[in-house]
């Protein structure tokens, strides 16, 4: 990356010079896009685009001008005046499992790829495989160009007892440091606890830290032997998911128990919130999950803009609608309008910078994952965050919290090249980011339809022969 950098670097220089001569001509496989609106992420505001190059992957110029420049051995791609460009938008609680029939989960991870792309979402960190061996030759493949689909940042399996098969009594710290080992050695890009207890937690943090991977977690209150996420600040994590902590959530009972009555504006939320100021940790909302696990749901906000269930096959769109609708957790209810003022107060507070997009919805069948970020973005801004802010969480924020804001997050020279064109203005209305035309990653333009078709009717088992594979593990639910 730092090379590709240096080249980048050195080819703006050449441009800085008067004479045209010194300007490398654009060549057969670089791409252009002209026109439209472009976001800048970092600044958090919209420019007028007036080409963007891309040359084997990278944003080689951003800003260019084409004048005078011979470009016709270039892929020229003029967009709309009302279009607008944002950087891929990443998904960090991006779930590839999918639960049809409710008898365990398995991760999806040959159609779930086309649909995060097709969604604009271009980065994905599963928070948790259920099958990272799985994932990891799928995440191979797609690096490979073997397979169409968003990146995974793979986050291998769980650590704590999410895992399926895991018993605290057989993990020892140095077994936990060993773990890391050879997932870092096979290429994860962060690690996710849920179910953890605190010598397990602090064995992962300092382990991953030798590596520059980011550790996250879903925690809990401290009761039983489980972690306060504010503890966990403490033993260095770098991001919590679900929910903040801290002393508004008592030991005594599960987090959940005392999440659903939070006063938001008591004394203890704001001291957990400067603690995130002051560490830097990230915060991974996850507001619409809340929304997701209850019925009826809110429905400014899971509306189908594109029949989702149109990418299952026909027998599993039978066997998922047998089953719908799920039992309504009344208690997510609660969390859900808690989660909202929640969210505000630590915007509010100054935390804008570190509030990622993570959707967590683990598919039945009725929504799927990769139209769920465009679910939470538009949960930010009713929750009072401003669109520009909202863009900044699924772009530069969550590429910073994966320690990859060098190389993602922005569409600036030197960067990855992962892109998406959406119809209209998101900074007018968020729900915009839903109207994907074309996504880039790895440099590589795609339609948005196209990929879409590829996928219909394709998710899921195919006959009553394939359901086996499909029922998944009981022991993870
Ligand atoms: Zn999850």
Redesign the pocket.
């Known amino acids: 990356m730092k090379i590709r950098l240096l080249l980048a670097v050195a080819f703006a220089a050449t441009l800085a010079t008067p004479q045209a001569q010194n300007i490398p001509p654009l060549q057969a496989g670089d791409i252009i896009l002209t026109g439209g609106q472009l976001f800048d992420s970092v600044r958090g505001t919209l420019v007028p685009n007036t080409a963007i190059v891309v040359r084997q992957g990278i944003f080689l110029e951003v800003g260019a001008s084409l004048a005078g420049r011979e470009t016709s051995a270039a892929t020229l791609v003029r967009l709309a005046d009302d279009e607008t460009i944002l950087p891929g938008l990443f998904d960090l ?1 991006a ?1 590839y499992a999918i639960d049809l029939f409710g008898e365990g989960r398995v991760d999806e991870y040959t159609i779930n790829p086309i649909i995060f792309l097709a969604n604009g979402v271009t980065s994905t960190f599963p ?2 495989e259920v099958d990272p061996e799985g994932m990891m030759a799928a995440r191979r493949r797609i690096e490979r160009g073997e397979q169409v689909g968003a990146r995974i940042h793979s986050s291998g399996p769980y650590f704590g007892t999410a895992r399926p098969g895991w018993r605290n009594s057989d993990w020892t710290p140095e077994r936990v440091r060993e773990e890391v080992d050879t997932w870092a050695a096979r290429g994860a890009r962060g690690f996710k606890a849920k179910g953890i207890q605190p010598p397990h937690l602090y064995a992962l943090i300092d382990q991953a830290h030798k590596y520059g991977l980011p550790v996250t977690g ?1 925690l809990d209150s401290g009761a039983r032997n489980s972690v306060n996420p504010r503890d966990a600040i403490y033993m260095g994590i770098d991001r919590i998911e679900h929910f903040m902590g801290g002393d508004a959530i008592v030991a005594e009972r599960g987090a959940y128990g005392s999440l659903e009555a939070l006063d938001v504006t008591r004394p203890e939320v704001d001291a957990v919130i400067d603690l995130y100021l002051r560490r830097n940790v990230y915060y991974d909302a996850t507001l619409t999950a809340y929304g997701y696990w209850y019925d009826p749901k809110d429905e400014r906000i899971f509306t189908q803009w594109i029949d989702e269930q149109s990418f299952l096959t026909p027998h599993a769109r039978e066997v998922a609608n047998a089953r719908l609708p799920r039992r309504s957790l009344e208690q997510f209810r609660r969390i859900y309008e808690v989660k909202f003022k929640e969210l505000k107060r630590f915007h509010d507070a100054g935390g804008g910078r570190l509030i990622t997009v993570g959707t ?1 919805h ?1 598919s039945w069948g009725e929504y799927l994952s990769g139209f769920s970020t465009h679910r939470e973005l538009h949960g930010f801004v009713l929750a009072g965050i401003p669109p520009a802010d909202a863009l900044k969480t699924a772009t530069i924020n969550a590429a910073r919290a994966l320690r990859m804001g060098d190389e993602l997050g922005s569409i600036e020279a030197g960067k990855l090249a992962d892109l998406v064109v959406v119809q209209g203005n998101p900074l007018e209305d968020i729900r915009h980011t839903r109207q994907v035309r074309r996504v880039m990653v790895r440099g590589e333009l795609h339609d948005a339809q196209q990929l879409l078709q590829s996928a219909r009717g394709k998710l899921g088992p195919a006959s009553p022969a394939d359901d086996d594979w499909w029922k998944g593990d009981l022991r993870f639910r």
Do not use: V
């Open positions: 609680h779930h928070a948790g879903h967590d683990p």
